[in-house]
């Protein structure tokens, strides 16, 4: 009776194997496909950073001195418009001089030099397809970079492909008015610390 | 962001180079080549040929292109 047991289970055990191990091997080789489809890249702070540094280390290396030193003691990069009229959209200027100024993550804003009266906002992005670190976004030094190599490379087309806005749709109207308040007395410290080098070095 | 650096009086190294600035244009990326300005100043040039790179260039800088953003 206990044999015929056992040879039954058997039988039934292989008939069974024979329907279920296909599956099993199916649904195994699906778990891996999937595991090895979605990488799990947690968020490192320590790899942020470092990526920040190299970028700060390639900006430095690429912008001037005065432009590095500008984004290490203000935070943002004034770069100079060249188009005679002003950029796009902007009304035009009249031949006075404008700029841009640069911010990591934000809007390029243009404004009169003069006056600093604001021109536009350009709203302006640099998706990174790759994602090496499960992130589209460039660290803060990098986004700097590709905005002043394409501003400096090709105003006209960088402003072309931007989405154009009036002041104060991303950046604090106010905010950026105090921006250039700063950058103005940054300038005449730099120049009093220049003039007295030279001075000093007579 | 991704430099290329090379000296293009090496023939291997020029093949090198030719061969990634045509992999990453391929691949939608934007090329510039950072440059001495006027009176001290630094500006870019955007290249789109291999050829339009300053042959005394000490590197090429590759980044994502640029779209509207919001």
Redesign the interface.
């Known amino acids: 009776m206990v044999l015929a047991l056992a040879a039954t289970a058997l039988v039934v055990l292989a008939l069974l194997a024979e329907e279920l191990i296909p599956r099993i091997e199916h649904a195994w080789a699906r778990h891996r496909a999937r595991a090895r489809r979605v990488p799990t890249l947690e968020y490192d702070p320590g790899r942020e950073l470092r990526a920040e540094q190299r970028a700060r280390q390639l900006l430095k290396s690429c912008v001037s001195q005065e432009e590095w030193q500008m984004y290490r003691d203000l935070g943002f990069i004034r770069v100079w418009g060249s188009q005679v009229d002003g950029p796009e959209d902007a009304g035009g200027t009249g031949g006075a001089a404008y700029a841009y100024l640069i911010y990591p993550h934000r809007a390029i804003v243009a404004y009169l030099a003069q006056t600093h009266r604001l021109l536009n906002e350009y709203c302006v992005a640099f998706p990174d397809e790759t994602r090496p670190y499960g992130s589209a976004m460039l660290p803060d030094s990098d986004d700097v970079l590709a905005k002043w190599m394409a501003l400096t490379g090709d105003e006209r087309k960088l402003i072309s492909t931007a989405n154009m806005h009036l002041p104060g749709r991303q950046l604090d109207p106010a905010k950026v008015k105090r921006d250039l308040w700063r950058l103005s007395q940054w300038e005449r410290a730099r120049m009093r610390h220049q003039a007295s080098s030279e001075r000093a070095s007579r | 962001?991704l430099?290329a650096e090379g000296d293009v009086g090496v023939v291997e190294d020029e093949e090198r180079l030719i061969e990634e600035f045509r992999r990453q244009l391929d691949?939608?990326l934007?090329a510039?080549v950072?440059l001495e300005?006027d009176l001290?100043?630094?500006?870019?040039?955007?290249v789109k040929e291999f050829d339009e790179i300053p042959r005394d260039a000490e590197r090429v800088?590759f980044?994502?292109?640029?779209?509207?953003?919001?």
Do not use: T, V, Y
């Open positions: 962001m430099i691949a939608g934007w510039a950072p300005g001290g100043g630094r500006r870019a040039r955007m800088i980044f994502p292109r640029a779209a509207g953003g919001r």
